[in-house]
Every structure is written in C-alpha cells, then in structure tokens.
C-alpha cells in the first residue's frame, strides 16, 4: 500500500537510532510493533497488520479531505 508522505521506521528492540521520537517504544519482542506518530505525538503500540493498514487508511483520507 502507498501512502505519501508516510515514513516507515524499523528499529530493533532497542532505540539504537537515536532517533527521540522513537525513544521509549521498544518492539513488544513477540511480533512486530508499529507506531502511527503525527506532530511529535505517537499512538499507542499496533501488533496488528490489519490494524495497522485501516489505521493509515482512515489517516490518510483525513488528511486529504482537510
């Protein structure tokens, strides 16, 4: 799925990035973590794919009706 102006970030389960909007949320370890962050703020942990793709979904037909 294309979603422009979207950046993906992967990280390990550590913040080795150094990247401060990363710092603190660390992989849960048993499946993949992701984040939906906008203007320094990020949401809670998503561990789900379908979750995850309706999430940026309704976050990019938002953001284009605006």
Do not use: M
């Amino acid at each position: 799925h294309y979603f422009p102006g979207v950046l993906y970030i992967g990280v390990s389960d550590t913040n080795e990035t150094g990247i401060p909007l990363l710092t603190g949320k660390p992989n849960t370890g048993q499946t993949t973590t992701a984040y939906i962050c906008r203007d320094q703020t990020c949401g809670l942990p998503i561990l789900s794919k379908d979750i995850l793709l309706n999430e940026l979904q309704n976050l990019f037909h938002q953001s284009s009706s605006e």
